[in-house]
């Protein structure tokens, strides 16, 4: 069993930067791989970000290519996004989530686990 809990969203303006921190807890967290989704009102949750179990390959969505950068810290049972040159587009409830394939997907329904969402606005 994974829990999940995320934290730094909020608001900010146009051109900002804000850094997601999902923490979770269970021994097995190095095992899983690490997605970032999100969901704006009347759309469907989409693929943000995701880091395989052993760091080695991530991939992002095209729309936020080159702004966000997803990491983890297996240490710290946390995995992190990192996001620049914010847009009034990115404003959605971001999600954390985690696959025990341990491989990434970008398929919202093959995660197992998933925290509880945290806002992000972005101001015009």
């Known amino acids: 069993q994974v829990q999940l809990v995320e934290s730094g969203g909020g608001l900010v303006q146009a051109g900002g930067s804000l850094r997601l921190s999902c923490a979770a807890s269970g021994r097995t967290f190095t095992l899983y791989a690490m997605g970032w989704f999100r969901q704006a009102p009347g759309k469907e949750r989409e693929f943000v970000a995701a880091v395989k179990w052993g760091y080695s390959s991530k991939r992002y969505a095209d729309s936020v290519k080159g702004r966000f950068t997803i990491s983890r810290d297996n240490a710290k049972n946390t995995v992190y996004l990192q996001m620049n040159s914010l847009k009034p587009e990115d404003t959605a409830v971001y999600y954390c989530?985690?696959?025990?394939?341990?491989?990434?997907?970008?398929?919202?329904?093959?995660?197992?686990?998933w925290g509880q969402g945290t806002q992000v606005t972005v101001s015009s």
């Open positions: 989530a985690a696959d025990a394939t341990g491989m990434i997907d970008t398929t919202s329904a093959n995660y197992d686990y």
